[in-house]
């Protein structure tokens, strides 16, 4: 219960843009001293389908120097991330409503598939309209598919 309290924190300094035209869809939000970037663009296929792949990132002048990564970087307050995410995710089928989700989830030593068992309990709970398809071909990623149903 406290865990689905948790992920359901909607977070005030949300910033949150979107724009058609050029088919992108970006969040950020301020967790600690650090800034999360939640970035997408889409395709749209003749077949009218719509392919959204994501990417995740953060800057931290305490922990990068202010200079964006896609590395895990060990900050902490990862509910607080996954909160975050999530609220990102549901913006995006809101406004774009794309029928393919595709992004990966870095593995290290220390996390192992621990952020990776997170995204697939957290999108299993939240996006019932999607299937999910998860590929670990034992390299350094876990790579995540979401059609709808």
């Given at each position: 219960?406290?865990?689905?309290?948790?992920?359901?924190t909607?977070?005030?300094?949300?910033?949150?843009?979107y724009?058609?035209d050029?088919?992108?869809?970006e969040?950020?939000?301020?967790?600690?001293?650090?800034?999360?970037h939640?970035?997408?663009?889409w395709?749209?296929?003749?077949?009218?389908?719509?392919?959204?792949?994501?990417?995740?990132?953060?800057?931290?002048?305490?922990?990068?120097?202010?200079?964006?990564?896609?590395?895990?970087t060990?900050?902490?307050?990862?509910?607080a991330?996954?909160a975050?995410?999530?609220?990102?995710i549901?913006?995006?089928?809101?406004?774009?409503?794309?029928?393919?989700?595709?992004?990966?989830?870095l593995?290290?030593?220390?996390?192992?598939?621990?952020?990776?068992?997170?995204?697939?309990?957290?999108?299993?709970?939240?996006?019932k309209?999607?299937?999910?398809?998860?590929?670990?071909?034992?390299?350094?990623?876990?790579?995540?598919?979401?059609?709808?149903?």
């Amino acid at each position: 219960m406290i865990l689905n309290e948790i992920l359901d924190t909607k977070f005030t300094n949300f910033k949150e843009d979107y724009n058609q035209d050029d088919r992108v869809y970006e969040t950020e939000a301020k967790i600690g001293d650090r800034t999360i970037h939640f970035y997408t663009d889409w395709t749209k296929f003749e077949d009218g389908k719509i392919l959204s792949e994501i990417e995740f990132s953060e800057t931290s002048p305490s922990k990068n120097g202010g200079k964006r990564t896609y590395q895990l970087t060990g900050s902490g307050n990862e509910f607080a991330v996954f909160a975050f995410i999530k609220q990102s995710i549901q913006g995006l089928i809101k406004n774009v409503n794309p029928d393919i989700i595709k992004f990966n989830a870095l593995k290290t030593e220390d996390v192992g598939e621990g952020r990776a068992r997170l995204y697939k309990k957290l999108f299993k709970r939240e996006l019932k309209g999607y299937e999910m398809k998860v590929m670990d071909d034992g390299t350094k990623q876990v790579k995540f598919t979401l059609e709808k149903k």
